[in-house]
Structure formats: C-alpha cells, structure tokens
C-alpha cells in the first residue's frame, strides 16, 4: 500500500500545481491542497496570497510593453534573483523577500492551513517553498517535503535557519542539489530525485508508453532520415525498432503560461504555418490553459482552421489531463522555458520562447547546455527555419538526447523515498 500524504500546491500560474499533479494519488482521496485557496481559508490569508498572485500576474503582463514594462519587471526580478554560481560560497544569508515572509508567518500567515493538516499527521509534500516554511515554524509532527520545480534556485526557497532546518528537499537536477548545498541545507536533507513527470505519460517504471510514443515521434522529427542514418543502433538499443509510419502527423504544441503571458506567439505560429496546415502537413495545438480570456484571443485570431486544435480546461485537473493526453501525439514542445523544461526527458525537443523571470533563464541556460532544446527565431518565419531543422535532424536528436539523459522516474523515485 502506498504511503498517503499531504500533497501541497498553490494555484499562481500553472507550474506548482502541474509539479503537484503526479503525485496527486498519494493524497487522501487524490486532492491537491492548493495553500491559497482551500475551501474554509481565512479571509486575512486569502488576501496575501491573492496580493501575491495578483501581482505577479500583473508584471508578466506588462513585461511586453516596451521600456515601461522591461524597467518594471527588472525591479521586480532583483528580488527573485539567482545569484551567480560561482565561486562556490557560503550564501545562507537570508534574503530581503524570505525576511518578509517569515514576517507574515509570524503573524499568523498559514496558521489555520497546517493545524487542519496536524489532525492527521501524515507526512507533507510542497509544490512551493512557503507553505513548507508555514508548517516547520508552526511545529508540524510530521516529515515536511519541498518538491522544487526550476533548474536552478533562489535563496528564497530556503528555510531562515536552514542548518537547522528539517525541510527535505527533492532536486531535479544536480545543480539544485548543489546550489541547496551553497544556501546551508544539511546534504542528509537533498534527494536527486528528478522533475515528477505525468505518469500516464510513462506508463510503468519500465516507460513502455513513452518508448512506443516517442518511436512514432522520431519519424516526425527527422522526414530526410539524416538522424536515423547516424543513430539507428542508438535508436534500437533504447526504444526497439522504427515503425514504417508514425501514427500521427507532425505535431506542435505551444503552451502559454499561466498568466496568459505570450499568447500572441501562438498565432503568429498558426499564421506563419498557415498553408502547411491547410495541406496537412502539419497540426498545431495551442494549449490555453483554463483561462477564458487567452482562450477566446486564439478564436479571434485564428478563426476555425481545421489543423489547429485548441486545449482549454474548465478546471486546473481538467486541463492537465486534456494537455498530457495531447502530448502523446505531440512532436515539438514550444513554450517559455518554465517547469515544462523538464519535459525534455520525455523526448519532446523544445523550442524556447523568450523567458520571463530570472528563474527562467536559469532553465533556459539548463536546456540549451544539456541540447534539449533550441531557442526560437523569429515566429513569422517559423515556416522557413523551423523546416530547416526537422530536415537537419536536428530536433530529432533533442529528443532523444532528452530522453537518454533527463531524468524520467522523479515521480516513482519520490513515491520509494516516501514509502521508506
């Protein structure tokens, strides 16, 4: 019988919660908590983190107006900024943003939220660092877990005292589990356990889902065969044989964010790829996510142009099960570089749109390092370049570079050391 926890997200962009629900199984009754908006949270709370979410929304937004928004959204970044790598020092120094959380915390910040989690105390898992803050200092019984969901992090995903500090900490990469190292975290308190991927995207740890949906994918990535001429024996040795055609034709999805953020890329894709859709050379699906607003700016802008496919949940669960399902028959992920990095592993090369926030770039500078995705030219033009690289083989061997070097298992790595 699997381990039952708390599971603990926040519904502020979709990144938290996507990071939540692999896991959302070992809940009690399969519910994901979101921290700021559970059904009977305090008014006083509901207000801050509405302020939080608010806000954020507000400066990704206006990061796209020149000068004004560029100036803005750089002061706002100082405060979520990773610093620098190296030299390797001591940086456990609490930040300006984690003295004004703790502030809150001892105020009463989340009070209400971790004593209905002590009448059970079953161990917690946080898809974000404050709500596992809330429960150390408010005294919580049992094991706390902080699942992170960037490449690299901030010194504000770390406790005030982390020598002191009981928050175990699951990493996605090594360079987390080093940085964690730099912001004082005990190493007995860091676990590489690897981003926790949807597990209907895997199928058992023996990835039979994955294998036979990225087999059809390949042929889509490479129509010349250049890639295959090369690397048929890697090919073999890791997925088995090629089918003689792939089961879908060559798909694009384009995710927006959370805050609804770079929709407009969205359709310059669809119109810059508009005659190879009509010819069917190509499907293009646009994930909106569960906002109405980005959802009805698609319709407008496109129109009903048979090729394109519109994903739109009318809940968070709804959309990411319509968005995974999606995925099964999707060849090139183009999204901002956000949690959605960690795709990679599933063998979806990603074309990086332009990232927002400081954290962003570090995943950025993560997928191009690790060749798992290549940073988009210009949108207009994607019919001339984006060609130009399936026909290089190019995106067919992020692919499977993604595939043999991510990190697939985090969600099953996370559920043993759970169950231990």
């Known amino acids: 019988m699997m381990q039952k926890v708390w599971v603990i997200s926040v519904s502020m962009g979709y990144g938290h919660q996507r990071t939540a629900y692999p896991l959302k199984d070992l809940a009690p009754e399969g519910e994901v908590i979101n921290a700021n908006a559970y059904q009977g949270i305090p008014q006083r709370d509901r207000k801050i983190w509405e302020g939080m979410r608010m806000f954020y929304e507000f400066i990704s937004r206006l990061k796209r107006l020149p000068l004004i928004g560029e100036t803005a959204f750089a002061a706002y970044d100082k405060f979520q900024k990773i610093l620098s790598f190296y030299p390797k020092r001591d940086l456990s120094e609490p930040n300006l943003q984690l003295k004004q959380i703790f502030s809150l915390i001892k105020k009463g910040w989340g009070g209400h939220l971790i004593e209905r989690f002590k009448q059970k105390s079953l161990p917690l898992i946080s898809t974000f660092f404050i709500p ?78 994955l294998k036979n949906d990225l087999l059809n994918r390949i042929l889509n990535l490479d129509p010349k065969g250049r890639y295959q001429h090369y690397y ?112 990679a592993a599933l063998g979806l090369p990603i074309i990086i749109a332009p990232p927002i926030g400081s954290q962003e770039d570090f995943n950025k500078r993560w997928l191009l390092k690790s060749g798992f995705g290549n940073f988009q030219e210009n949108p207009n033009l994607a019919h001339q370049w984006l060609f130009d690289w399936l026909d290089g083989g190019y995106l067919a061997e992020a692919a499977m570079q993604g595939f043999i070097e991510g990190e697939k298992l985090g969600a099953f790595n996370i559920q043993k050391i759970i169950s231990k």
């Open 232 to 343: 048929e024996p890697l090919i073999k040795k890791y997925l088995g044989d090629l089918p003689q055609k792939s089961d879908h034709p060559l798909t694009i999805m384009f995710a927006v964010g959370g805050a609804g953020a770079q929709k407009e890329i969205g359709t310059q894709i669809v119109k810059s790829l508009k005659n190879k859709i009509k010819n069917g050379e190509v499907k293009i699906i646009l994930a909106a996510g569960i906002k109405e607003k980005v959802k009805k700016y698609f319709k407008k802008n496109i129109g009903n142009l048979n090729g394109v496919e519109i994903i739109f949940g009318r809940d968070i669960n709804d959309y990411f099960q319509k968005f995974n399902q999606a995925l099964r028959k999707t060849d090139v992920l183009w999204t901002k570089p956000s949690e959605l990095s960690f795709y």
């Open 132 to 209: 596992a803050f809330m429960a150390e200092y408010l005294n919580y019984p049992g094991k706390i877990y902080c699942i992170i969901c960037d490449a690299d992090i901030s010194r504000t995903w770390v406790s005030f005292n982390p020598s002191q500090s009981k928050i175990k900490y699951f990493a996605p990469t090594r360079r987390v589990t080093e940085r964690l190292k730099l912001y004082g975290v005990k190493p007995e308190n860091i676990y590489l356990t690897g981003y926790p991927l949807p597990l209907e995207l895997l199928g058992s740890d023996n990835l039979e889902i």
